[in-house]
């Protein structure tokens, strides 16, 4: 079992920058893909980034790329997302999620979930 903590959201104008963390208990995690997940308000959730362990791959959706980075710290159990140069539409419940997918930009086979924090970019 995994325990999932994100942390990190909050307001922050266009432009700006914020750096999600994501903080795993439990099991080891150091063998999970490690992703991002976003949902808007009335918007399905859509992938973000992801961290595959096997391979050290990493993938970002188009919307996010060249300005959202990815990157894990196995020693402390934790998953990073550096996000810059904001914009509004970034404005979402941003989740971590841990498991083994065959997509890793897809959310089947991510068993572990944290509860989300919120995001907002202003204009």
């Known amino acids: 079992q995994v325990q999932l903590v994100e942390s990190g959201g909050g307001l922050v104008q266009a432009g700006g920058s914020l750096r999600l963390s994501c903080a795993a208990s439990g099991r080891t995690f150091n063998t999970y893909t490690m992703g991002w997940f976003r949902q808007a308000p009335g918007k399905e959730r859509e992938f973000v980034a992801a961290?595959?362990?096997?391979?050290?791959?990493?993938y970002y959706a188009d919307s996010v790329k060249g300005r959202f980075t990815i990157s894990r710290d196995n020693a402390k159990n934790t998953v990073y997302l550096q996000m810059n140069s904001l914009k509004p539409e970034d404005t979402a419940v941003y989740y971590c999620a841990a498991g083994t997918p065959l997509i890793a930009t897809a959310s089947p086979g991510y068993y572990y979930w944290g509860p989300g924090t919120q995001v907002t970019v202003s204009s």
């Open positions: 961290f595959r362990w096997s391979g050290g791959n990493t």
